[in-house]
């Protein structure tokens, strides 16, 4: 599971790379799905996830206000911010917790550990989907999303960077 996080991240971060040949206009402009625009689903997705893995180890729960992060380098600083703190969580993981009970402020449901985990891992590869179908729309190729040849793995390819 770990390493779903660290293929997440590495994708992210290809999409920044990708991303940052766009004028500001058009990364806020809003489009169809998603959060609206480029800019906000990019927070969005790093919102969910690190809300939700905050919530779930009993952290209070930061909230960041899209307002301050209106630039794709401060979405970015933002991303690399969350991806210490999910770490830090991540690290302690393991296979026992997966049928652990969590509950979280936003809602009155009981879920398990494994199931939220699960959902922060896929809700990223739905939204990066729907860049690669903006990326198209303002002419620029889709980010290459193969796990297989990140090295994630065995370590090697630049992955270290995304140590858990």
């Given at each position: 599971?770990?390493?779903?996080?660290?293929?997440?991240?590495?994708?992210?971060?290809?999409?920044?790379?990708?991303?940052?040949?766009?004028?500001?206009?058009?990364?806020?402009?809003?489009?169809?799905?998603?959060?609206?625009?480029i800019l906000r689903t990019f927070f969005h997705i790093?919102?969910?996830?690190?809300?939700?893995?905050?919530?779930?180890?009993?952290?209070?729960?930061?909230?960041?206000?899209?307002?301050?992060?209106?630039?794709?380098?401060?979405?970015?600083?933002?991303?690399?911010?969350?991806?210490?703190?999910?770490?830090?969580?991540?690290?302690?993981?393991?296979?026992?917790?997966?049928?652990?009970?969590?509950?979280?402020?936003?809602?009155?449901?009981?879920?398990?550990?494994?199931?939220?985990?699960?959902?922060?891992?896929?809700?990223?590869?739905?939204?990066?989907?729907?860049?690669?179908?903006?990326?198209?729309?303002?002419?620029?190729?889709?980010?290459?999303?193969?796990?297989?040849?990140?090295?994630?793995?065995?370590?090697?390819?630049?992955?270290?960077?995304?140590?858990?």
């Amino acid at each position: 599971m770990i390493d779903l996080f660290k293929y997440n991240w590495m994708v992210r971060e290809d999409w920044f790379s990708q991303c940052s040949k766009l004028s500001e206009n058009e990364l806020v402009q809003e489009r169809q799905g998603g959060h609206g625009s480029i800019l906000r689903t990019f927070f969005h997705i790093i919102d969910v996830e690190c809300s939700w893995i905050q919530a779930i180890h009993g952290d209070v729960v930061s909230e960041p206000n899209y307002e301050h992060y209106k630039s794709l380098e401060l979405i970015r600083q933002l991303s690399r911010e969350s991806q210490e703190i999910v770490n830090k969580h991540l690290l302690k993981w393991s296979p026992t917790e997966e049928f652990k009970t969590v509950t979280v402020p936003w809602s009155a449901h009981t879920y398990y550990y494994g199931e939220v985990i699960k959902h922060v891992i896929v809700h990223e590869i739905h939204h990066m989907g729907q860049l690669s179908i903006w990326a198209k729309d303002v002419g620029l190729d889709a980010v290459n999303v193969n796990y297989i040849g990140r090295g994630i793995m065995d370590g090697h390819k630049g992955c270290s960077k995304y140590v858990l």
